[in-house]
């Protein structure tokens, strides 16, 4: 598979491992002691472009493929997940609505600015009482003249403490919800009544912030609207869609780093006279690992690929995620029977990683979402794409 | 489905529930843990209502209770909290040791001490990815005048700051494997005895762990224990209460994590639905219940059957890892089942995750671990 793709992406991918070799890595556990990206590192991954990969060329970004930025994912995330984290959002959740659906003068506005890391961005669609059922959010935006004024509560959003920009989903039509009454907005930071909640604590991912969003009579010019009004819930599914694939390209890089350090391990640490790696269990461990990475890169390239064509790929992308996303859980574990005790070790990537991956089965929509998705989508054919949760949403529950 | 327990069983059971209902303070652990501050209150107030030592002999402050009240002691603190239940279960680590080989001053001298708290003990074992082969941790030289020079390390000791007793595993003269095989109790402060602190690890966050050096540390006869036998069969035997009491644990954190998975299921509302109403959540549930009573009939099963006899290695080895595999499954599980919540510190249920793996990888490697089962079961084939 690596074979067939183009000379450039390799290049590229040959590029971010050597800079996450000589410039991340070294900061690896310096992110995960502090809790923050240094400021000079942030500022090189900046004049890197890495922040806005993916944005258009014409405003300001790479204009990378989705195959050739799966890529960069992977390679990045063998390193500490904090720094994938904090540009997947400008690369993704963060400025993907803008690109598809915004208006041109809210692309210029913001994209370059984005794209240069000059502003940081954040999504803003869970609530507490709504994370797999997005459509139940109640965060609510009534139009008051040339403004919107938000009131709600948004938690679990990653970035928020130092975002400057926020993508925030909202309910404009209570009777209409996902038929055309939740619309997506672009909120800045210092709107009036915008304020950071309680700072979550989690078991893994520091360096990356996350929070509760809180909006308090916050007013929105109209033209912070991305798309139509009452089209959010589209643009919201087709934002998450796309950083689906983050997801699984994330899983893929942080497995390969585990596999790597598990066939280090398993060479250098001996047992009885001989190394761990001469045991068939642990040879089959590593076969297993193996295999399941190659399975799941397979998977990600050729569905990048598809993407890529402009056809539609939603199943592969589900599938993508879930499959990723659990085998890198399974890959985690072989590693921490490789690395047995030692492996418990804070400041070793085994231990980092145990706790970092173990997000990858919920966020983005959790691994039983994706059960749901995929299913439907079998049974009833292409367009039920990301209606399929929508579709218990207004159906058997009986939401209005 | 339900156990048969005796009525002394049930009512040690009954009394430990309201114990741990009563006084495990869900905020106050989870400071505990953020703070890496060993249950100090909690093991006090444990202590006085007689759950520590139940084991031990009536006339050195024990209830003379067999293995399974122990197991079941154990089980119902880690199934209210994982961390605080482990930091509970093994303060009087090695305990058995004394119950077992000790002359009755060594009896005296800690057992009364372990069981009313005012004692903390450790175990220093040899590599314990070796530990199938039994070498020891330590070596005891005899010095002609009566006395011992003890020599050697250990890894990964947990307690080993807290504790004022380390029951080393230690051999006689240093011609393994014939050589006398014998437990050395030091203090901790005794010359020669070396602390080095590993840092923070991935869970069991309120037990701090250190690796121990110990040179040319003086022992006397009067602080040796040697196993009656004094072979590596009594090395064994200890070996089988250490691995049900580490099923136990992995037994009730398993069985706290599928309570705390079925309380969110109930509750949690999605798509105007309880979660727990979805056909895929139920199922995943039942797997977690059918799990968990098939892991308890068999500790269970090992606990009572070590009354009568001692149990093979290899078959308590299996139920080891048996609760090990219930354990990792269930919080896993039950973590899932939390969603976003699920990933939070600020809730239980993710370190009961990272509890079980914890615990998993300080209790030895499951390769070597099933070497001994297959060479049990198979044999030397040539
Ligand atoms: C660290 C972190 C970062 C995050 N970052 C962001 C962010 O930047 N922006 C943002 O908007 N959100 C973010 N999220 C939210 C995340 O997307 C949600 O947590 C996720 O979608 C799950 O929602 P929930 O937590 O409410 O769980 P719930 O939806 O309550 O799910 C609980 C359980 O029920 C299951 N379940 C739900 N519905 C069904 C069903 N129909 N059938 C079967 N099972 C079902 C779930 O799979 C899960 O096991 C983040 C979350 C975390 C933990």
């Known amino acids: ?400 | 489905m339900k156990f048969t327990l005796t009525e002394e069983q049930k009512y040690i059971q009954k009394a430990i529930r309201e114990f741990t209902r009563g006084e495990f303070d869900e905020d106050q652990i989870l400071e505990l843990l953020e703070n890496r501050d060993f249950p100090q209150n909690l093991f006090r107030k444990a202590c006085k209502l007689d759950f520590v030592g139940v084991g031990y002999p009536e006339e050195f402050g024990g209830q003379a209770c067999g293995m399974m009240e122990q197991v079941l002691v154990i089980e119902e603190f880690c199934r209210k909290d994982s961390s605080v239940g482990i930091a509970l279960g093994s303060a009087d680590a090695g305990a058995e040791i004394i119950c077992a080989w000790g002359n009755d001053i060594q009896k005296q001298k800690m057992l009364p001490g372990l069981a009313k708290g005012k004692l903390v003990s450790t175990v220093l074992f040899g590599d314990v990815d070796a530990r199938e082969d039994g070498r020891p941790a330590a070596i005891l030289t005899p010095e002609g005048d009566g006395t011992f020079r003890l020599n050697g390390n250990a890894d990964f000791v947990m307690n080993a700051e807290r504790a004022d007793v380390f029951i080393v595993q230690a051999q006689i003269g240093a011609d393994a494997p014939t050589a006398d095989c014998a437990f050395a109790l030091l203090k901790r402060n005794t010359p020669g005895v070396t602390l080095q602190a590993l840092g923070e690890k991935l869970g069991i966050g309120v037990i701090a762990w250190h690796h121990v050096i110990l040179q040319d540390v003086v022992v006397t006869e009067a602080d040796i224990v040697r196993p009656a036998d004094e072979g590596r069969g009594a090395m064994l035997d200890f070996q089988k209460i250490h691995l049900l009491r580490i099923a136990a644990m992995f037994l009730g954190i398993a069985q706290g994590a599928l309570d705390m998975a079925l309380r969110y299921a109930k509750q949690r509302v999605q798509f105007n639905r309880k979660i727990g109403e979805f056909q895929g959540i139920r199922h995943k549930l039942a797997d977690m219940y059918m799990d968990l009573q098939a892991t308890r009939a068999l500790v269970y099963a090992a606990a009572e059957g070590h009354l009568h006899d001692h149990g093979d290695l290899h078959d308590l080895l299996g139920v080891k890892l048996t609760a090990e595999r219930t354990a990792m499954h269930l919080t896993d599980e039950a973590l899932q089942i939390f969603g976003g919540s699920g990933y939070m510190i600020e809730l239980p249920v993710e370190h009961f995750y990272r509890d079980a793996r914890t615990l998993r990888a300080l209790s030895g490697r499951t390769v070597f671990q099933k070497d001994v089962i297959a060479q049990a079961i198979v044999g030397h084939l040539t």
């Open chain 1, 1 to 400: 598979m690596i074979g067939t793709l183009p000379e450039e992406y390799l290049r590229t991918k040959q590029q971010i491992r050597e800079f996450v070799q000589t410039d991340l890595e070294p900061y690896a556990e310096d992110v995960e002691v502090n809790n923050r990206i240094p400021e000079h590192i942030l500022e090189k991954m900046k004049q890197r472009g890495l922040f806005g990969l993916t944005i258009p060329k014409a405003y300001g970004g790479g204009g990378m493929s989705k195959l050739e930025f799966c890529l960069v994912e992977q390679e990045l995330s063998k390193t500490h997940f904090a720094f994938l984290d904090i540009i997947s959002l400008n690369n993704g959740l963060g400025s993907k609505s803008i690109v598809l659906d915004g208006s041109e003068a809210m692309k210029r506005k913001y994209l370059p600015q984005l794209a240069s890391g000059r502003l940081i961005s954040a999504f803003a669609l869970t609530e507490p009482n709504a994370g797999s059922d997005a459509a139940g959010i109640t965060t609510s935006a009534v139009r008051q003249g040339d403004h919107f004024v938000l009131n709600g509560m948004k938690h679990f959003i990653t970035n928020a403490p130092i975002a400057d920009l926020f993508i925030v989903i909202a309910v404009t039509d209570p009777e209409l919800r996902t038929r055309g009454g939740i619309t997506a907005f672009v909120v800045e930071k210092g709107a009036p009544g915008l304020t950071i909640g309680h700072v979550h604590n989690t078991m893994g991912m520091r360096g990356a912030h996350k929070s509760e969003v809180i909006f308090k009579d916050t007013p929105v010019p109209v033209e912070n609207v991305i798309g139509e009004v009452g089209k959010g819930f589209q643009v919201a599914m087709k934002t998450v869609d796309d950083g689906r694939m983050g997801v699984a390209s994330t899983s893929l890089g942080m497995a390969e780093r585990l596999l790597e350090l598990s066939i280090g391990h398993a060479q250098r640490t001996m047992r009885n006279g001989k190394p761990l790696a001469d045991s068939q269990a642990i040879q089959w461990m590593l076969a297993d690992m193996g295999t399941e990475i190659y399975s799941a890169q397979a998977m990600i390239y050729a569905t990048a690929a598809k993407i890529d064509r402009q056809e539609d790929a939603a199943l592969e992308v589900a599938m993508c995620k879930l499959y990723a996303s659990e085998m890198v859980g399974r890959v985690v574990d072989k590693a921490m029977e490789i690395f047995g005790r030692g492996g418990l070790r804070k400041g070793s990537t085994v231990e980092r990683m145990c706790r970092d991956a173990r997000i990858l089965r919920i966020f983005e929509g959790t691994a039983e979402i994706h059960r749901v998705i995929i299913g439907r989508y079998l049974l009833k054919g292409k367009r039920t794409a990301y209606a399929a949760v929508e579709k218990q949403a207004s159906g058997q529950g009986g939401r209005a």
